[in-house]
Nanobody
């Protein structure tokens, strides 16, 4: 059973930064990334890193968020800079054995951004 454990969420003011971490029981995923869900909204993709090294981001976070991973530590990171109130929500780590599907989800970590 693959396990994903997020950490690093918290409360910041707009313009601030947070770094989320996702510790996994393995790191050989085809797709490994971050999703978020704000209250009353659908879960949306933030960005993912693929096995070939490609990293894709949602347009709304491009230039502000950076995904990286440390394969030796089986850990994925999400560096979030210039945070906006609309970035608030529950952030989930997710991984897939293929590029098209998500097979594993973490429990989520809450991010709050105050204006």
């Amino acid at each position: 059973e693959v396990q994903l454990a997020e950490s690093g969420g918290g409360s910041v003011q707009a313009g601030g930064s947070l770094r989320l971490s996702c510790a996994a029981s393995r790191s050989t995923f085809t797709r490994w990334g971050w999703f978020r869900q704000a209250p009353g909204k659908e879960r949306e993709a933030v960005g993912s890193i693929y096995s070939g090294g490609t990293i894709l981001y949602a347009v709304s976070v491009r230039g502000r968020f950076t995904i990286s991973k440390d394969s030796a530590k089986n850990t994925l990171y999400l560096q979030m800079n210039s945070l906006k109130p609309e970035d608030a929500g529950m952030y989930y780590c997710a991984a897939g054995l293929s590029s098209a599907e998500i097979d594993y989800w973490g429990q989520g970590t809450q991010v709050t951004v105050s204006s």
